[in-house]
């Protein structure tokens, strides 16, 4: 089983400030099958990101994502107050696992 | 628009049983590989089973292999998850997605079903 790790666990950050978000897998993900996925308090999971860079429909350009092999990055380039989630990376090429999350705290 | 909508969820004692049911709108549900992820409180996600458009096809994720078994039904629009033997572990929020097409990311997502596991 591929095992997902996330860094940081929470990021503190103010308005209008970038933030980089990391998930490292335990064995390289097949294809670059990895998403990002946001979660509010309350809701459920929506996809942010699919195919490590892909933004799914909706989303706003400042999500981006990027990496290959082991190393992901998710990148909010200026924050918003509603960017306030918890975002989890997911890989779907070998079976299907879920990071455990970082949480962006808007300050 | 994609609606889904979970069901079933509630208070089981432990050693019990209990049936998901997600009732799904706004697409060809034949079409898409649908999965069971779940969220015990203040915790991560946790992807569960998954199965193909026609149903011929599972997946099941080793955690809870022999306990849990999805279905659907294409004509009503539904999928389902068997939960057996349930233990206090398995209290979580039940949900179900739709893929993209076939089993890949999780492209719309329910809002959940609280299944309680409790004496």
């Known amino acids: 089983e591929i095992v997902l790790t996330q860094s940081p666990g929470t990021l503190s950050l103010s308005p209008g400030e970038r933030a980089t978000l990391s998930c490292r897998a335990s064995q390289s993900v097949n294809s670059n099958y990895l998403a990002w996925y946001q979660q509010k308090p309350g809701q459920a999971p929506r996809l942010i990101i699919h195919?490590?860079?892909s933004r799914a429909t909706g989303i706003p350009d400042r999500f981006s994502g990027s990496g290959s092999e082991t190393d992901f990055t998710l990148t909010i380039s200026s924050l918003e107050p509603e960017d306030s989630a918890v975002y989890y990376c997911?890989?779907?090429?070998?079976?299907?696992?879920f990071g455990q999350g970082t949480k962006v705290e808007i300050k | 628009q994609v609606h889904l909508v979970e069901s079933g969820g509630g208070l089981v004692k432990p050693g019990g049983s209990l049936r998901l049911s997600c009732a799904a709108s706004g697409f060809t549900f034949s079409d898409y590989y649908m999965g069971w992820i779940r969220q015990a409180p203040g915790k991560g996600l946790e992807w569960l089973s998954y199965i193909g458009g026609s149903g011929r096809v599972k997946y099941y994720a080793d955690s809870m292999k022999g306990r849990l078994s999805i279905s659907r039904d294409n004509p009503k629009n539904s999928l389902y998850l068997q939960l057996d033997s349930l233990r206090a572990d398995d209290t979580a929020v039940y949900f179900c997605a739709k893929s993209r097409g076939g089993p890949y990311y999780f492209q719309h997502w329910g809002q959940g079903t609280l299944v309680t596991v409790s004496s």
């Open positions: 195919g490590a860079s």
């Open positions: 997911q890989q779907y090429g070998s079976s299907w696992t």
